[in-house]
């Protein structure tokens, strides 16, 4: 053995080694919740973003800017945070990450200049990230045979919280004005780091001699010897364009005549995605039964054809509904086999393998929240819906020219 791979390995997980092992049911619902709840800060901004562009002054095509620095301070944080939960007490690592992130959402509460706002919101993506060193230990827990359904059950409470994100910010927006929602957020983080830190289990793989930048050096390093990790970081990073690319831009056309929605209006569209949130956990019970790859492709057929109703936006209501349901769905049901083919390739390095994937996510969302904003300043809603078929279009090519790895 080399020394690069005693460097970058750690002992398995003696609870994922337990085999009829799982979680008991009411941590599962708890790290469900505290996900969803932590997720969420993520995409608040998405139905505030013409009342944001107003107050600081950003342009049309800057708005896009309001997203893309929260999903890239969400990248970062995967990159460096996340991994530790393969070093470090978990408990700690989750409960001290939300203490921060309610200080970082109470700056943008109180944010009294755009470059404060920009500043406190990627400190928000950067501490959000908490949300994937939750998922990670509830992988770990579990028995490889029960994973699936465990990571489904997880990210079925992130779905959620994706979806409630825009609908509770419209509505405490219209009724309080937007800095309510930060600091209505601010004060829910502190409330759920408390639980947690009175509830969750301490834990954490531990090896002597392992230092934080040898860690981040195992990260690239587990990515670079397992092609099936490039191909899942590849699909998670076009997908989540494609889905950012319609609930970053989808707001400007829907605040314009015909429609001049209210911020509840707008945001009550993210819960014609709840869908989403049934295929999170049925796609994890499909991946269980060995049915991942079939999974993926046919949720990146739907992925592809969602585009076709969400082009009407401008003409129907109803076809955004049809669509932005499709499109939620088919997300979903990848971002979860994804995160069950992923994490069974290196159980010993599951925060490091799900931080990883996770920054292709970011990357994504970030790429499709400033290319919405572009395309619809150049063309409007046709050229954001070309955009977010181009980004599925691709994803499903990437599939069928490397599903055998995958």
């Known amino acids: 053995m080399s020394r690069d791979r005693r460097a970058t390995t750690l002992p398995a997980e003696p609870?994922?080694?337990a085999g009829t092992a799982a979680p008991p049911r009411g941590l599962v619902v708890l790290f469900a919740v505290a996900c969803g709840s932590a997720v969420a800060n993520v995409y608040f901004a998405q139905p505030l973003l013409v009342t944001l562009g107003q107050e600081f002054s950003l342009t049309p095509g800057l708005l896009g800017a309001v997203v893309m620095v929260t999903q890239l301070g969400y990248g970062l944080?995967?990159?460096?945070?996340?991994?530790?939960g393969d070093l470090v007490d978990r408990r700690r690592l989750i409960t001290v990450q939300l203490a921060l992130l309610a200080a970082a959402l109470l700056t943008v509460a109180l944010a009294p200049a755009a470059a404060v706002l920009?500043?406190?919101?990627?400190?928000?993506g950067l501490l959000a990230v908490v949300t994937q060193t939750m998922v990670a230990a509830a992988a770990a827990l579990a028995a490889p045979d029960r994973r699936g359904r465990v990571v489904g059950a997880?990210?079925?409470g992130v779905?959620?919280?994706?979806?409630?994100?825009?609908?509770?910010?419209?509505?405490l927006?219209?009724?309080a004005g937007w800095r309510s929602v930060y600091l209505f957020s601010a004060l829910l983080t502190a409330a759920v780091a408390c639980v947690l830190h009175r509830t969750l289990p301490g834990g954490g793989a531990r090896v002597p001699g392992m230092t934080y930048g040898g860690l981040l050096r195992s990260t690239v390093a587990v990515f670079a010897r397992h092609p099936v990790l490039r191909v899942r970081a590849g699909l998670a990073l076009l997908t989540f364009a494609a889905f950012s690319t319609l609930w970053s831009g989808v707001v400007q056309p829907l605040s314009s005549p015909p429609w001049s929605l209210s911020h509840t209006a707008i945001g009550a569209f993210g819960l014609v995605g709840a869908a989403g949130a049934v295929a999170a956990a049925a796609a994890g019970r499909w991946s269980d039964r060995g049915l991942a790859r079939r999974t993926t492709g046919a949720a990146l057929v739907l992925l592809a054809l969602s585009w076709v109703p969400l082009a009407l936006t401008g003409r129907s209501l109803y076809a955004l509904g049809l669509g932005a349901l499709a499109l939620d769905f088919a997300v979903q049901a990848v971002h979860v086999t994804?995160?069950?083919v992923v994490h069974a390739v290196r159980p010993d390095a599951g925060s490091r393998i799900i931080g990883g994937y996770m920054v292709f996510y970011s990357a994504g969302s970030a790429l499709g929240a400033i290319g919405s904003s572009t395309a619809y300043a150049?063309?409007?809603w046709t050229g954001v819906s070309a955009l977010g078929a181009a980004f599925s279009g691709a994803a499903l090519l990437l599939w069928a020219a490397a599903r055998h790895r995958s």
């Open 15 to 17: 609870t994922a080694a």
């Open 77 to 84: 944080g995967l990159f460096l945070l996340v991994p530790l």
């Open 118 to 124: 920009l500043a406190g919101l990627g400190a928000v």
């Open 154 to 156: 997880v990210t079925s």
């Open 159 to 171: 779905v959620i919280g994706i979806l409630l994100a825009r609908a509770v910010a419209g509505l």
């Open 173 to 175: 927006a219209d009724l």
């Open 338 to 340: 994804n995160q069950t």
């Open 378 to 380: 150049a063309a409007g």
